[in-house]
């Protein structure tokens, strides 16, 4: 780079760094922190679901697990982004960059999404956002959750189901990755759900592996 600003300001003829080229940094494993299915169930199945905030809650919980959205993609979500095609219902995200992809419902999202838009009363209201924020009165408005929102939203409920406290957003998309890979399923249909551009970076997001080093480990015997 400095060979480059002594070139364009024509104090030397050419850059004699120019073939050089450096070491990559390869990144083959995520930061993303992730839970376990069982972690996971016990936090869905922590949220006291006799409000219409802890259907919301476990709607939007289960929603992200189920369909590896980010956080971005679940606040832009309207009633009408749920739809039934055919037989099987279908949700329809906005992701980062414009991509709008289809994902079929998971049964279990199914049941969370149903439960909350009738708890809500929103069923006809289409146009309308789909996860809503609270007033002062713990009321549903008609704004949208934002994604600041929904992060303090699962950090408050992580806290709750007594889940490290790294939890975040990206969480829910690596943990749902994470249990479809150890489920059989492969890295091309994650990476299609999960709307990624190539394989490498829904690998990220995979920790099937840790098991696998943890018992490598266990065998030092000291």
């Known amino acids: 780079m ?30 993303t922190p992730v839970l376990t299915p069982d972690q996971a169930r016990e936090l869905l199945d922590s949220i006291d679901v006799s409000s219409i905030i802890g259907l919301r ?44 992809h289809e994902v079929p419902a998971h049964h279990n999202a199914e049941v969370y999404v149903d439960a909350y ?9 289409k146009d309308s956002p789909l996860f809503r ?3 002062r009165y713990r009321e549903l408005t008609d704004r949208p959750m934002t994604r600041h ?16 406290s790294s939890t975040c957003c990206h969480t829910m998309r690596a ?9 059989g399923g492969t890295i091309e249909n994650a990476q299609v759900i999960a709307a990624h551009e190539s394989p490498r970076t829904t690998k990220l997001y995979d920790r099937t592996g840790d098991e ?5 480990v266990e065998r030092i015997a000291i």
């Open 2 to 31: 400095l060979f480059d600003w002594l070139v364009i300001g024509q104090i030397v003829p050419m850059n004699p760094a120019a073939s050089v080229r450096g070491p990559k940094y390869v990144v083959k494993v995520g930061k």
């Open 57 to 100: 809650d476990q709607a939007i919980i289960g929603f992200m697990c189920y369909t590896f959205a980010r956080a971005t993609a679940t606040a832009a979500m309207k009633v009408k982004h749920y739809f039934e095609s055919g037989k099987r219902w279908r949700f329809l995200l906005h992701e980062k960059g414009g991509k709008r």
């Open 117 to 125: 838009i009738a708890g809500a009363g929103i069923g006809d209201q």
């Open 133 to 135: 924020s609270v007033d």
């Open 149 to 164: 929102d929904i992060l303090r939203m699962i950090k408050r409920r992580a806290k709750h189901a007594g889940i490290p």
């Open 175 to 183: 943990t749902g990755i994470t249990a479809l890979l150890l489920n």
């Open 212 to 216: 696998i080093t943890l018992d490598e």
